[in-house]
């Protein structure tokens, strides 16, 4: 992912001024990551290496989605639909 994306996502997902590593940032940036990788496996379908860490970063989204989920119900339904994915269950 190249800086001034990750950049972008940073400042649009944050909750203070110097927050870079809250619970919406996190699954924002991961869900880029996957986006990213899925897109690389359409092309590639037999890179399994790839796949195993897509599947580790699909793993942890979900239990920072479940973690925020438990914690403020609110947030983590304005980040499930500004994000467009699924909700967790």
């Known amino acids: 992912m190249e800086?001034?994306?990750?950049?972008?996502?940073?400042s649009k997902f944050k909750q203070s001024e110097k927050d870079t590593g809250s619970v919406q940032v996190q699954?924002?940036?991961l869900t880029e990551?996957?986006?990213?990788l899925t897109e690389h496996l359409q092309t590639n379908p037999k890179?399994?290496?790839?796949r195993r860490g897509l599947l580790m970063m699909v793993?942890?989204?979900?239990g920072f989605l479940q973690y925020l989920k438990d914690r403020d119900i609110e947030a983590y339904r304005n980040l499930v639909?500004?994000?467009?994915?699924?909700e967790v269950k």
């Open 3 to 10: 800086k001034q994306k990750k950049n972008e996502i940073i």
């Open 47 to 50: 890179d399994n290496h790839s």
């Open 33 to 36: 990551r996957i986006n990213h």
């Open 27 to 29: 699954v924002a940036l």
């Open 59 to 62: 793993g942890k989204r979900k």
């Open 81 to 86: 639909k500004e994000l467009n994915i699924r």
